[in-house]
């Protein structure tokens, strides 16, 4: 009742939902990059650069393994 309605309860609630919807927001993202990841698998392209082609070290694909770019274009 008369709590639910206080600002700090109704801004903390809001806080905890763009939290979670930060939170979702970050997990669809890992999915799809696991997603283009398996594609880049299935095409056999796994482990090269989608931008130039270059081999991706295996540290950073060990380290990272849906990185699509090396470290080096990835900085930039």
């Known amino acids: ?10 801004a903390s609630e809001l806080y905890q939902d763009e939290l979670d919807e930060g939170l979702a927001d970050d997990l669809r993202e890992e999915l799809a990059a696991v997603e283009r990841a398996e594609a880049r698998l299935a095409a056999g392209t796994y482990g ?22 090396t470290a080096e274009e990835e900085a930039h």
């Not at 009742?1 to 109704?10: K, T």
């Open 1 to 10: 009742p008369a709590d639910e309605e206080d600002p700090a309860n109704l």
């Open 48 to 69: 090269r650069s989608i931008e130039s082609g270059k081999p991706i070290p295996d540290e950073r694909l060990e380290a990272r393994p849906t990185a699509e770019r």
